[in-house]
């Protein structure tokens, strides 16, 4: 059975960081793209981040370049997202997702597989 396991989030103040961790079972994650989106109340679900398979592509979405790095360790079967600079407007539950795509591709419909997601809250 194919699971994704997002860890990592938490409470934080603004300007904080956090880092979040997503794990792959049953599966190996080196031939998946793999994506972080997130959703606030009220939102739709928005593509944060995504690496390709080699992570020779990724993409970044504006609100969120120069602040956020996602990295893979396809020996440790895990995708990170370090979160730096945070802003109350990061609140949201954040999820990992894997895709067979080419490239960076950081749309939701194209990742069948999801991770139950972690809350993220950035508040003084």
């Known amino acids: 059975q194919l699971q994704l396991v997002e860890s990592g989030g938490g409470l934080v103040q603004p300007g904080g960081s956090l880092r979040l961790s997503c794990a792959a079972s049953?599966?190996?994650?080196?031939?998946?793209?793999i994506g972080w989106f997130r959703q606030a109340p009220g939102k739709e679900r928005e593509g944060v981040s995504c690496?390709?398979?080699?992570?020779?592509?990724?993409y970044y979405s504006d609100s969120v370049k120069g602040r956020f790095t996602i990295s893979r360790d396809n020996a440790e079967n895990t995708v990170y997202l370090q979160m730096n600079s945070l802003k109350p407007e990061d609140t949201a539950v954040y999820y990992c997702?894997?895709?067979?795509?080419?490239?960076?591709?950081?749309?939701?419909?194209?990742?069948?597989?999801w991770g139950q997601g972690t809350q993220v809250t950035v508040s003084s």
């Open positions: 997702a894997a895709g067979r795509l080419p490239g960076a591709l950081c749309l939701p419909v194209f990742y069948p597989t």
């Open positions: 690496i390709s398979n080699s992570g020779g592509s990724i």
């Open positions: 049953g599966f190996t994650l080196d031939r998946y793209t």
